[in-house]
C-alpha cells in the first residue's frame, strides 16, 4: 500500500510503475482517491481515443484489479454491465487505494497506446488510465516510477519538490491527453517562438537518426507561420514526440502530438505532416465540434464537422508551409491540382457528402472517411473555395483565417464548442455576405464543389493552373500564394542534445 497527502477534497492521484524486465511486460497503476462516505464507486476505461475514431475498448487489456481503503483492509471489485467498468465497493469514509495493470496495448490508426519495450515506455493516456465515473473534472495528480537513469517527458505541469517526478493537471481530459514517454534516453532540441517553448522530442531508434538537429529552423518556420496564421498561439510549451522509425502516423494531443518519424523524408515531404498536427492546437483540440467535448470516453462521439476538423487542418497545414518558404508556389498548386484530380475520379462524392462521411466515420472501421470518401481530402478542398470566396467577398482583406478566428472565440475551450450552422453563420459575419445556402452546398449535400467558379477568382483554371487574368485576380493569386516567413531563424540547439 501507499499513501500520499492530498488537498481536501479534490484531486485524484495516479502513480505509475513501469515494469519493462518482466515477462510478458507490464504497466502497475495505482490511483489514490478520497471518498466521503461509504459508498459503490464505478471505474472506467476509456473505449476509445479522442483523435482516432474508432472503438477500441481499453478495458479488455486491464488485469488484476484490487483496492484498500486507508487503513488496509481489501475492498471488493465487481465487474460492471460493461466491458472495462468496475465497481469499487468502499465500505467507509476516507482515502481509496485502487490498483491494476496494462499490458502492451495494441496501436490505433495513428499512435501507439502503450508501448513497453527494455528501454522505453509509451502510454497514450486513454489507454491505461481509469476514471471515476462522474468526477473527470476534479485535479489529477500524476507521478512516475521508471529504471533509475530514464529520462520523462510530458507536457503536463510539473509538481515542485517531489522525490518521485510528479505532475498535474486541472482534469482527467488534460490527463488523458497528455501522452507519456520515458526511456534510457531521449534526444531533444528546443526552440521558442512567439514567447512559446517548442521541444523536438526524438525517441525509440535513436540510432536511425541522420543530422536530427536540421529539423529545428524547419519546425520553428513553421510555428511561426501558424501562429502569424491565427494571431495567437494557444499554448505555453509544446512537445514533438518524433517517433524515429515509427509507423502509423501522428495523434494530436492538447500541447503535443506524436509523429511517426523516418530519416530519409525531406523537408518538403514531412513538413506539411507536421503543419498538420500543430495546426491541431488550434482547430479540434480546443476549436471543437459540440460532440466532442466533454468527452463520453464509452461511446462514438459523432458529428458532421469532422470534415472541417481535419480537412481544414490540412488546408491550413499546406498554407503554413508555404507562407514558411518550406514549399513553393508551385509545389502548392501540384498538391491542390492532385487533390482535385482525385476528387473529380472518385465516384464517392456523387453519393456521399463532407457531412455524411464524418458522421459515419464510426463505421467505416478507419478514421478518414465513408464509403470511399475521404473527408481530410473533401474538406480541405472546401477550406479552398471558402478561402478564395472570403478573399473575393471582402477585396482580399479577410481570408479562410479570419473565418477560423471569429468561431475560436465563440467556440473554443471553455466553451461548448460549434455545429454546422455555428460555421455558416461565422462565414455570414466574416464576409457581410449571405453565404450559408452556398457554404452548405459545399458542407451537406454532394453537389459539385464550385471550383471552377472560386479558383477563377485568383486567376486559375479548374486544375489549379495559373493563367492570364485581370488585375485583381493576379493580386489575389500573389496574396493567397505569398511567402511572408522572412529570415530563416537561428538553430538552438537542446542543452540536453546528447549523442
Not at 467577398?393 to 472565440?409: E, F, G, I, P
Request: proline content about 7%; charged content about 15%; glycine content about 8%.
Amino acid at each position: 500500500m501507499w499513501c500520499a497527502i492530498l488537498p481536501a477534497g479534490a484531486t485524484i492521484t495516479y502513480r505509475i510503475t513501469a515494469l519493462p524486465g518482466i515477462h510478458p511486460p507490464l504497466v502497475k497503476v495505482d490511483m489514490h482517491f478520497s471518498v466521503p462516505r461509504a459508498e459503490i464507486v464505478n471505474a472506467e476505461a476509456p473505449a476509445w481515443c479522442p483523435g482516432d475514431y474508432q472503438l477500441q475498448n481499453f478495458g479488455k487489456y486491464v488485469t488484476s484489479m484490487s483496492a484498500s481503503s486507508a487503513s488496509g483492509s481489501p475492498l471488493q471489485v465487481t465487474q460492471g454491465k460493461q466491458v472495462g467498468e468496475w465497481q469499487v465497493h468502499c465500505t467507509e469514509a476516507g482515502s481509496i487505494d485502487l490498483q491494476y495493470f496494462v499490458p502492451e496495448v495494441p496501436p490505433g490508426n495513428f499512435s501507439n497506446n502503450v508501448q513497453i519495450e527494455p528501454n522505453l515506455l509509451f502510454i497514450n493516456g486513454p489507454a491505461a488510465l481509469l476514471y471515476l465515473k462522474g468526477r473527470k473534472l476534479e485535479d489529477c495528480e500524476l507521478f512516475v516510477h521508471v529504471p533509475t537513469g530514464w529520462q520523462i517527458s510530458t507536457t503536463l505541469h510539473k509538481l515542485p519538490g517531489n522525490a518521485a517526478p510528479g505532475w498535474s493537471s486541472t482534469d482527467y481530459d488534460q490527463l488523458a491527453d497528455a501522452p507519456l514517454l520515458a526511456a534510457t534516453h531521449l534526444l531533444i532540441f528546443h526552440f521558442k517562438d512567439g514567447g512559446c517553448r517548442y521541444s523536438l522530442v526524438f525517441f525509440h531508434h535513436l540510432a536511425t537518426l541522420m543530422d536530427p538537429a536540421r529539423w529545428v529552423p524547419v519546425f520553428q518556420r513553421i510555428a511561426r507561420a501558424e501562429n502569424h496564421i491565427m494571431g495567437f498561439t494557444p499554448y505555453k510549451r509544446y512537445h514533438f514526440l518524433m517517433d524515429a522509425g515509427g509507423g502509423l502516423g501522428g495523434l494530436e494531443h492538447l500541447n503535443s502530438c506524436r509523429l511517426a518519424y523516418s530519416s530519409g523524408m525531406s523537408a518538403v515531404e514531412y513538413a506539411p505532416f507536421v503543419a498538420h498536427e500543430l495546426f491541431h492546437s488550434w482547430n479540434v483540440k480546443r476549436l471543437r465540434p459540440a460532440a466532442l467535448g466533454p468527452f463520453n470516453y464509452q461511446v462514438p462521439n459523432v458529428t458532421r464537422c469532422l470534415w472541417f476538423s481535419e480537412g481544414i487542418t490540412e488546408y491550413f497545414a499546406w498554407i503554413a508551409c508555404r507562407r514558411a518558404g518550406i514549399i513553393t508556389a508551385g509545389q502548392l498548386e501540384k498538391h491542390f491540382r492532385e487533390i482535385i484530380r482525385r476528387y473529380r475520379s472518385n465516384p464517392a462524392r456523387n453519393t456521399v457528402s463532407a457531412d455524411i462521411a464524418s458522421l459515419k466515420v464510426w463505421s467505416n472501421n478507419g478514421s478518414n472517411g465513408y464509403q470511399g470518401l475521404s473527408y481530410y481530402e473533401q474538406g480541405e478542398l472546401i477550406g479552398l473555395c471558402l478561402d478564395l470566396e472570403i478573399r473575393r467577398v471582402t477585396d482580399n482583406h479577410k481570408d479562410l483565417a479570419s473565418l477560423m478566428q471569429c468561431l475560436y472565440r465563440k467556440y473554443a475551450l471553455p466553451a461548448p464548442g460549434f455545429h454546422l450552422a455555428d460555421i455558416a453563420a461565422a462565414l455570414d459575419a466574416v464576409t457581410g455576405r449571405s453565404l450559408t445556402d452556398w457554404f452548405l452546398s459545399m458542407a451537406n449535400t454532394t453537389a459539385p464543389l464550385p471550383l471552377r467558379t472560386t479558383l477563377g477568382y485568383a486567376g486559375m483554371t479548374p486544375d489549379c493552373l495559373p493563367e492570364p487574368a485581370d488585375t485583381d485576380a493576379v493580386a489575389l493569386r500573389n496574396d493567397w500564394l505569398h511567402d511572408d516567413a522572412g529570415e530563416s531563424p537561428q538553430l538552438v540547439p537542446s542543452p540536453e542534445y546528447k549523442r
